[in-house]
């Protein structure tokens, strides 16, 4: 394959405080341009964290981060940052809470060409605007003039998508994008994704709780728990044949997608508590197919 657009080696990431909290452990993943990789666990797994360093808002206390092959680690000066952030963008998960309410959808999607692109000129960023919210599906005559408030959730997190794409990132962080979303509309966000990374080259961090989803957007899937990867590889074989027990924890809770609910898929769900005690443990991660690693654990017999 060729090279990583980013590359995380061994990530770590120590919380200081009353009590230490160990967030993330030895995290190592890469995403490729015009591929998406889906981060699934439930709540308190290190996914926020994750996405948090990869786009410098916090810095890890462990590992390593490769742009384009370049170490970048450890920030650099401002022009450095300034550049890896137009680079590397986020859609947050609550659309609401992500937007100001006191400015309108045509001031979101200037601003970061403002900032990223001091070069263009008003009528060049009004013609971006323009373009940027077709791109995301939303009229521009209708929509650059409203604010927040006047639109749905799913138009904004559509405005969220745009503002993220203005600067032409290389990379998408998007953090459990459809969570706080309508069931009904979810896969309409998700369907955005797809032209990005097949027209535009965009690499994807796909973060969800919903490993349903991951197939719908990712050409690889890892699943993480206690902040360590405990299952990485093609989402195909994560999903019909997956091999760690806390992945196949989280598909026996998904009803629709169409596995047999079988004696030990009940057996799992019945021995939840004991499936996430083993899933904390550092064991190795060992290669079982071509890309597809596997953290040994005490009971992979489960
Ligand atoms: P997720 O996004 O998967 O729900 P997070 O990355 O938000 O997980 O959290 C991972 C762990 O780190 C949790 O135990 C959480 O309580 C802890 N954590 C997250 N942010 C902080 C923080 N700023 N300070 C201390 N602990 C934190
Ligand atoms: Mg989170």
Redesign the pocket.
């Known amino acids: 394959m060729t090279q990583p657009i980013l590359e995380t080696r061994k990530l770590g ?1 120590v ?1 200081r ?1 009353h009590r230490d ?1 160990a ?2 452990t030895d995290v190592s993943f890469t995403l490729h341009r015009g591929r998406a990789l889906a981060l699934v ?12 360093i990869l786009t410098r808002m ?1 810095t890890a206390t462990g590992g390593q981060i490769l742009f384009d092959g370049k170490d970048v680690t450890r920030p650099g000066n401002r022009r450095e940052v300034l550049a890896y952030r137009s680079q590397v963008q986020m859609v947050f998960q609550d659309p609401f809470a992500a937007l100001n309410p006191a400015h309108d959808v045509r001031h979101h999607l200037s601003r970061p060409l403002a900032l990223h692109k001091p070069e263009l000129g008003r009528g060049e960023r009004e013609d971006r605007a323009v373009e940027l919210s077709m791109m995301v599906g939303l009229d521009p005559v209708e929509t650059l003039g409203k604010y927040p408030h006047e639109l749905s959730g799913g138009q904004r997190q559509r405005v969220n998508l745009a503002r993220a794409m203005a600067v032409d990132p290389s990379v998408l962080i998007a ?2 994008p459809t969570s706080m979303l309508d069931v009904s509309i979810r896969l309409t966000i998700l369907d955005m994704f797809k032209p990005l990374k097949r027209d535009r080259g965009i690499a994807m961090l796909y ?1 969800t ?1 919903d490993i349903a989803t991951a197939r719908y957007v990712a050409e690889e899937t890892a699943v ?1 728990y206690g ?1 360590r990867i405990v299952e990485i590889g093609p989402t195909s074989a994560i999903i019909d044949a997956p091999r760690h027990p806390y992945t196949r924890l989280l598909l026996a809770a998904v009803p629709e997608i169409g596995r047999p609910f079988g004696a030990t898929d009940a057996s799992l769900v019945r021995e939840a508590d004991r499936v996430r005690e083993i899933s904390r443990e550092p064991g190795r991660l060992s290669e079982v197919a071509p890309g597809h690693l596997v953290r040994e654990c005490s009971a992979s017999h489960i």
Request: net charge negative; glycine share 20%.
């Open positions: 990431m919380y405080g909290v967030a993330l666990g439930e709540s308190g797994s290190g996914k926020s964290t994750c996405a948090k916090v953090d459990e973060i709780h993480i902040g």
